[in-house]
């Protein structure tokens, strides 16, 4: 099992920046990847950027050059560091584990992860 706990959400305006932390307890090292997901209001859940065990990373394109993820050595904090922040980056932002890793840019679905943490809330406001 993975329990996965958020934090670091909150509101900043256009350009800014903010630092998300998943903190990870249970079989966290030896899950194949981790990764952040996001939703916004009224839209569905999409893949931020996922890591695996190696340190091979992929980013959706509306993040690419603007946010980075980052993992502890011993795996159990999971990190997204966002900069040059906009509106439409608004949304609540999930932390999740997954048992699998896919090779290729594509990003993974988020069915292929099992375990999420609760969520946290970031606001870029105009």
């Known amino acids: 099992q993975v329990q996965l706990v958020e934090s670091g959400g909150g509101s900043v305006q256009t350009g800014g920046s903010l630092r998300l932390s998943c903190a990870c307890s249970g079989y966290c090292a030896s899950s194949a990847s981790m990764g952040w997901f996001r939703q916004a209001p009224g839209k569905g859940r999409e893949g931020v950027a996922v890591?695996?065990?190696?340190?091979?990373?992929k980013y959706a394109n509306s993040v690419k050059g603007r946010f980075t993820i980052s993992q502890t050595n011993a795996r159990n904090t999971l990190y997204l560091q966002m900069s040059s922040l906009r509106p439409e980056d608004t949304a609540i932002y999930y932390c999740a584990a997954s048992n699998d890793w896919y090779p290729g840019a594509t990003m993974p679905r988020e069915s292929t992860f099992a375990y999420w943490g609760q969520g946290t809330q970031v606001t870029v406001s105009s």
């Open positions: 890591i695996n065990r190696f340190g091979n990373t």
